[in-house]
């Protein structure tokens, strides 16, 4: 199967601060990308998404920036909390509907 | 918004049966589902799409044989672990989508233990 299988490289913040998770994608085609959150034990939860004809998308707290030129994806997340511990992942999508690849993750860790 | 469950939530079964997940997607119809496993500290890994009505299309190194999926109507696809081992206790997930839509909506996922 696709998808990357190394551990997890983790990022440890102070609460408070701003956090900025990078993902470097694998396909230049993609056209869809989106930021999950996955706590322990549970599925991946939905934070934000942008498409290709764009280059940042801000939510609320997040922002999520996009470069198609050396294929980089970010999502930054202002003033963390210790509710927003978790593993963060990218995914990838290259044609409308179809499948979603993930990226490797970061675990966030905060520090109150 | 979209739900999708997954059942059972834990299984632990002993080397040689078989398991059965369901993934039901509670709000919405899915013409599409995937199914995931998730090994300790790594990512996501599809391992295939599940299509209502039709054959489940597998990933490369993902045996169709040993994962079998059933995607028999719009809400429900069921991934059956055949003749269990223990490398095959991992976290499987789920995840819908409703029509063309973009945005995949996940199961809490089933972690499989197999003594």
């Known amino acids: 199967g696709e998808s990357v299988g190394l551990h997890l490289p983790t990022l440890s913040v102070q609460e408070g601060d701003n956090s900025i998770i990078n993902c470097a994608y694998s396909?230049?085609?993609?056209?869809?990308f989106i930021w999950y959150k996955q706590e322990s034990g549970k599925g991946p939860q939905f934070i934000i998404d942008?498409?290709?004809?764009?280059d940042k998308r801000q939510g609320q707290r997040v922002t999520v920036l996009l470069n198609k030129t050396v294929k980089h994806l970010s999502l930054q997340i202002a003033a963390t909390q210790p509710g927003d511990s978790a593993v963060y992942f990218c995914?990838?999508?290259?044609?409308?509907?179809?499948?979603?690849?993930f990226g490797q993750g970061t675990e966030l860790s905060v520090k109150p | 918004g979209a739900v999708v469950s997954q059942h059972p939530s834990w299984v632990i079964c002993k080397s040689g049966t078989s398991v059965k997940i369901e993934c039901r997607s509670l709000?919405?119809?899915?013409?599409?589902m995937f199914w995931y496993r998730q090994f300790p500290k790594q990512s996501l890994m599809l391992m295939a799409t599940?299509?209502?009505?039709?054959?489940?299309?597998?990933e490369q190194g993902v045996e169709k044989d040993k994962f079998l999926i059933n995607h028999a109507s719009l809400t429900l696809s069921t991934l059956t672990v055949t003749s269990a081992h223990p490398e095959d206790s991992s976290f499987y997930i789920c995840?819908?989508?409703?029509?063309?839509?973009?945005?995949?909506?996940f199961g809490a996922g089933s972690r499989l233990t197999v003594l």
């Open positions: 995840s819908a989508r409703a029509g063309t839509a973009n945005v995949l909506t």
């Open positions: 396909n230049s085609a993609s056209d869809y």
């Open positions: 942008i498409r290709s004809n764009m």
């Open positions: 995914a990838e999508n290259f044609n409308q509907g179809g499948k979603l690849i």
């Open positions: 709000d919405f119809q899915a013409t599409t």
């Open positions: 599940s299509n209502e009505g039709s054959k489940a299309t597998y």
